[in-house]
Structures are given as structure tokens and as C-alpha cells.
């Protein structure tokens, strides 16, 4: 007799069967075709399905001293509502991430008040000293400067030091210090640049939030085996029209054509990673000219509706919010296997629903798609076999954990 099983349809990294997941002591102990039994059951209805916990690798959680536009405590359970069990928490908080001491700041931040799992960055701007005994989870690196201003001034030698996986934001800052509205040749030639130092030190580098097809291009035909990349759904669903329509919907880097967002969705197969970027902002601050979008609690839901428009399948979803974030940041211990962690996401593919800002989690209640009608919802986040949201609703107390990432720490 297990402590608990989930019995309906599970989509893995293996694909689709209908069976049941056993879990005891927060880790998977069987996966079977039959009805294994357990203590607790949950029974999934016609429609839903249970997938491995969802990954997020590029979050804002704010925290520190902006404690007002999110905590890690709202940004976690932001996390859970959305069905998302990991997050990477961006180092260019306020203070900065930049050494040892501020990263076990930020570590006892996240302890017993984060919801979900996380994953803890460094920001590396010519600290390579520091970046070197920090034994953080990931690096970040800027070549322009975004939110908090700072950025690399040598991105070779940075990205060379550091001592695990480097998410870098690739915008030229001489393009950005020229032309503020940050057109399409500043990602293009950053992103140009950083592939070829990817080349040249044979390192392994994750480009966030792609948005143009001429970057995305340069991706694809450099065949980099060890180069990730990230686009966004306000850039798959969004345009610089809307953004011309609604000046909230400022994001670095911004929206653009519906070329390049046609573009985006035709290659949609070759995009390994999809992360929402969740960027909190105060409205006083949005309408001030901040750039960010808070997402952790539409993304999936996005996608799902995807899913039941035909652009996508929910396979898409677990290889890219779930298996490729795993190999590209080696994570450990995830995935719907015999003695993993029992993180899950429940979603039901029928669930209509409406966008409603002002029931998030998040302290940021604004959405570029307030109002809207999605089908598809995620219904039950677990994470280490407990329940940590069903139906929107927050159960019990924060149980996020550090994840672990191997061989990525210094």
C-alpha cells in the first residue's frame, strides 16, 4: 500500500499511457500500466493529465529591498498557482547577486518561504574571483544593461570563468546606448557574439528570451550542442502592435513584428526551452517606463490553449518546460521515473476559465491578458508528493527545497 496514488493519464518524457504514479516518502516508487493501490487516491478525470513538475529557468522574484513589486514568498506561490515546481531566481536583484555573501543572503531568503523548488544565480560582471567560491546554481550574465543597469564589459571573459551554466541576456549595450528602443540588430549581433565564444571555449551557454528570427536563425545554423535558448509567451503571443496599444506591455527585449513572431511559431520544434520571464513590476513603476511582465501564472495555461488550438501538443510542453531544461542545466532527481522526486503538475485540457489578475498570487495583478478565455488550466501542483495547490488554492506551508544540479556548482 502506497501513501499516494495518481491514477488517469500521465504525458512523460516517455510519452503518453494511462496508469498510475505511486509515491512514498515524497519520492515516484511505481509507474504502472494497472491501478496500483494507495492509502490516498486521486482519480483524474476525462481531459486532465499528469505531467512532470514544470520548470521555469528564467524568473524574477525581486525580494531584498523590492519586497513591494514581489517576495520570494508571493513569487513561489505565483510558481505553484501556475503549475510551475522549479524556478531560477535572477541574480540582478536589488542588491545584486555579485558575491558569496549576498548568494547566502539570498539562500536564507528563499528558506522555509519558498512554495516551489528553486534554483539560485550568480550575476557575473567582472567578479570572477567571487563567481568562483560562490557555489551558486547558474550564472547570469548581461551584455546590455536591463533592469538594475549592470551588465558585462568583457563577455568572453566573464562567460570563461564561470564556473557552471550561463544564462546570458544577449543585447548589445552600444546598440542599446545609441538606440534605446533596443531594435532587432542589438539581440542579433549579442547573440552572434555569444556564439561564438560558446564556440571558441566549448562551454555550455543558455540564450534567454530570444525574440527575433534573425537571432533565432543564427542559433539554429551555428548546431551548438552545448547552446540552450529561451523564448518567451508574450513573445509568441504578443506583437509590437500590442505594445503600441498598451505601453505596459514594455519588455527588453521588446515586442516585435508579427513576421518575427510567425517566425517563432514555424520553428516552434527547434525552441528548446520556453520561460516566462516573470518580471514583476508596481504599476507606478510600469507606468514610470519599467519593462516586465509577470507570467508564472498564465504560461502554462498559454500553452495549454495552444494545445487545444492545434499549435502545439502537451508533449511540447513537458519537453519544454520539463525534459530540456533538466539536460541543459543538469538537473538531478526530476522527471516521472522510479525514485525521483514526486514533483507533478496536474492540468485539465477541457477547463475554460478567464484571466483574472486580481486573484493572483503574484503581488504584481496585472496581465497583458486580463479577461482573456483560455482552455486549459493547471487544477494540482505536487511537489515531493504533497499537494501543494489544487484549484487554486495554496495548501499548507512553504516546502520548496534547493534543487540539485550536479556537476554545475563551483
Known sequence: MHDLVIVGNIVSENGKIHGSIAIDDGKITGISIGTLRGEETINLGRGQAVLPGLIDVHTHLRDFTEKSKESVRTGTMAAVHGGITTVFDMPNTKPPIIDAATLRRREKAFMGKAYSNYALGFLLAGNCVEAKGANADFYKIFMGASTGGMFSEDFEGDYSCAPGVVSVHAEDQAIIAERPERPPEAEVLAIKRALNAAEKFGKPLNICHVSTAAGMTEILRAELPQVSFEVTPHHLFLTRGDYERNPLLKVYPP????????????????????????????????????????????????????????????????????????????????????????????????????????????????????????????????????????????????????????????
Open 255 to 410: 515586442l516585435r513584428t508579427e513576421s518575427d513572431r510567425a517566425f517563432l511559431w514555424k520553428n516552434f520544434s527547434r525552441i528548446p526551452l520556453i520561460a516566462s520571464d516573470h518580471a514583476p513590476h508596481t504599476l507606478e513603476d510600469k507606468e514610470g517606463g519599467a519593462a516586465g511582465i509577470p507570467g508564472l501564472e498564465t504560461e502554462v495555461a498559454l500553452l495549454l490553449d495552444a494545445t487545444n488550438r492545434g499549435l502545439l501538443g502537451i508533449e511540447d510542453i513537458v519537453e519544454k518546460m520539463h525534459t530540456n531544461p533538466v539536460r541543459a542545466f543538469g538537473i538531478r532527481g526530476k522527471g516521472i521515473h522510479k525514485g525521483m522526486d514526486a514533483d507533478l503538475t496536474v492540468v485539465d485540457l477541457k477547463r475554460e476559465w478567464r484571466v483574472r489578475p486580481e486573484e493572483f498570487y503574484s503581488e504584481s495583478k496585472w496581465s497583458p491578458w486580463e479577461g482573456k478565455k483560455l482552455k486549459g488550466k493547471v487544477i494540482m501542483t505536487v511537489i515531493r508528493g504533497n499537494v501543494v495547490m489544487e484549484e487554486d488554492e495554496i495548501i499548507g506551508k512553504p516546502q520548496g527545497a534547493r534543487i540539485d544540479v550536479g556537476d554545475n556548482r563551483a
